[in-house]
């Protein structure tokens, strides 16, 4: 028989782990605040849905922000543990070329939360839907919201996963920051991360090329070196190969008021191979032949070169490989993939207790840290959540 009553709030994947983890020995509930669990996890299954990545040890934690508390929670449950988790609740995975991690073909992302759902029920959870936590008393207990009454929340350990600041529509959004403010845990402003990023082209070329793809292209910034693909939009640039170089953008951009990128449209020619296809007789209707470019290319290159350098493919040659661009900021956190900031990391302990109210803990992306797509943000929910799970196992036991 349970013995220890744990609230939980929050229904995405960080807490929706937590919970599988406690549901064995422990009376478990769920307040959710929307009509429905997991809506973030269903948006992320729009496009490709990458439940977390092969990569494990050393190469894992060096896609996450560095923080020895995120890391410990990654070794204690890897990418390995989550595929080995998802198949014993019925989702066989796959790993693709890129080394994401994705469910077998024909199986939906709703399908995916459901089976996660029907095993918490079957294993006693019990969900409590439409019901927001909007602050804590004054023994620091959590109350919540239902049908237009407060009400507080009486269990013995108390876990949030309320998420980041991006997609509010899915539910998470910033107004828990303030609750947790008042009793005294500090929370950094929400910012952007794997998100677009904003670079001035004149109205008539976003008219124009909006939309094109930028395939097999390399970013450079800062050092780092990134390719991929991304698609010029009417504000800038979005893509696997600009989100991860987000974090050193936002941070140059903290410093200065713009940061600046180069482009190699041929990461996979070196400048002498495309230099030896110019013959005599190359003119400038000739470069997307030649070069194998996009209209969207030479228009760039049309618009930075001087009429001189643009007729000479030589200068022409050097400039595909050597694109500047500058970015004036980031893409509002509201469109972005996912966030930083939230509970300062500082005010955790290693099992991700408020330092401050140890009856509380804190999982998912709810907790200032960083990592690119490709899997790696649902593997940082479901290690957190994981962890806060098995360490209350033992504290309660
Ligand atoms: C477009 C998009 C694509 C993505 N693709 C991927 C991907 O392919 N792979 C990957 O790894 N990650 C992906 N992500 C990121 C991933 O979905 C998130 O990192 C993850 O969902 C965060 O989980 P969480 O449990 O911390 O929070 P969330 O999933 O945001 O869940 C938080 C829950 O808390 C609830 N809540 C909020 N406030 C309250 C309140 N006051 N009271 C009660 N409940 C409340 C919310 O309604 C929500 O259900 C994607 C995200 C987006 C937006």
């Known amino acids: 028989m349970p013995t220890t009553k744990v609230a939980l709030f929050g229904g995405g994947p ?15 509930h769920i307040f959710e605040k929307g009509k429905r669990l997991g809506r973030k996890f269903l948006v992320a299954g729009n496009g490709g849905f990458n439940l977390t990545n092969e990569v494990e040890g050393t190469a894992l934690l060096k896609a996450y922000s560095d923080d020895s508390k995120l890391h410990n929670a990654l070794n204690q449950f890897s990418t ?16 693709g070329s890129s080394g994401r991690v994705f469910p077998k073909k024909d199986v939906k992302p709703t399908d995916v939360l459901k089976k996660i759902v029907d095993t918490l029920e079957k294993k006693g959870v019990q969900i409590h839907l439409n019901h927001a936590f909007i602050s804590f008393d004054t023994a620091f207990k959590p109350r919540v919201l239902f049908n237009e009454t407060e009400t507080t929340i009486e269990a013995d350990h108390y876990i949030f996963g309320l998420g980041g600041g991006s997609w509010p529509k899915t539910g998470s959004n910033s107004a828990w920051l303030e609750p947790f403010n008042e009793i005294g845990v500090k929370t950094i402003p929400f910012r952007a991360s794997n998100c677009g990023v904003n670079v001035e082209w004149g109205s008539d070329f976003k008219e124009k090329y909006a939309g094109t793809p930028l395939k097999n292209i390399a970013i450079h910034a800062y050092g780092q070196i990134l390719k991929g693909e991304a698609v010029l939009t009417e504000y800038g640039l979005e893509g696997n190969a600009i989100y991860p170089l987000v974090p050193t953008i936002r941070k140059v951009l903290t410093e200065q008021n713009t940061a600046e990128i180069t482009i190699d449209f041929k990461p996979n020619s070196s400048l002498e191979m495309l230099q030896a296809k110019i013959t005599g007789a190359i003119k400038p209707k000739n470069y997307a032949f030649t070069f194998k470019i996009t209209k969207a290319v030479q228009e760039i290159a049309k618009r930075a070169l001087t009429k001189e350098q643009y007729l000479n493919p030589h200068t022409f040659a050097n400039y595909l490989k050597n694109v500047p661009m500058t970015i004036s900021s980031l893409r509002p956190v509201a469109e972005a993939i996912s ?23 804190i999982v998912g992306e709810m907790l200032d840290w960083d990592a690119p797509t490709g899997g790696f943000l649902l593997q940082g929910c479901f290690s957190t959540g994981y962890l806060v799970g098995e360490c209350l196992n033992k504290q309660y036991n």
């Open 14 to 28: 960080a807490c929706l782990m937590a919970a599988y983890q406690l549901s064995e020995r422990h009376e478990v």
């Open 80 to 95: 390995g543990n989550t595929r080995q988790w998802l198949s014993e609740i019925g989702i066989e995975t796959f790993i």
């Open 339 to 361: 966030t930083v900031g939230g509970i300062n990391m500082d005010d955790v302990d290693v099992q991700f207790r408020l330092i401050k109210h140890p009856h509380i803990s």
